[in-house]
Nanobody
Framework: QVDLVESGGGLVQAGASLRLSCAAS????????MGWLRQAPGKAREIVAAISWSDGRTFFADSVKGRFAISRDSAKNAVSLQMNFVKPEDSAVYYC????????????????WGRGTLVTVSS
């Protein structure tokens, strides 16, 4: 079992930066992938970014490439999402997630979810 707690959401203006953090309790095995998904009102949940726990391979949605970065801290069992040059369309609830394999890197579903943190970008 893995429990995930997100932090760092809030209200920001377009063009600003925001950093989301996620702390995981429970064992994170080297085969796991951690990442971030988001869901805006009326839209399907989508994978934003993911990182392989073993070798740091990453995945980014086309909509955030070049603006967002994902990093992991193996010692702290934590993952962060650095959001730069945010846009109003980035507004959503952001969820930290874990897949036991490489599912998140492939765009598949996750096995564990956090409760989410709200990001609102004003224009």
């Amino acid at each position: 079992q893995v429990d995930l707690v997100e932090s760092g959401g809030g209200l920001v203006q377009a063009g600003a930066s925001l950093r989301l953090s996620c702390a995981a309790s429970g064992r994170i095995f080297s085969t796991y992938t951690m990442g971030w998904l988001r869901q805006a009102p009326g839209k399907a949940r989508e994978i934003v970014a993911a990182i392989s726990w073993s070798d740091g391979r990453t995945f980014f949605a086309d909509s955030v490439k070049g603006r967002f970065a994902i990093s992991r801290d193996s010692a702290k069992n934590a993952v962060s999402l650095q959001m730069n040059f945010v846009k109003p369309e980035d507004s959503a609830v952001y969820y930290c997630a874990v897949s036991r394999g490489l599912g998140l890197l492939r765009g598949d579903g996750a096995d564990y979810w956090g409760r989410g943190t709200l990001v609102t970008v004003s224009s």
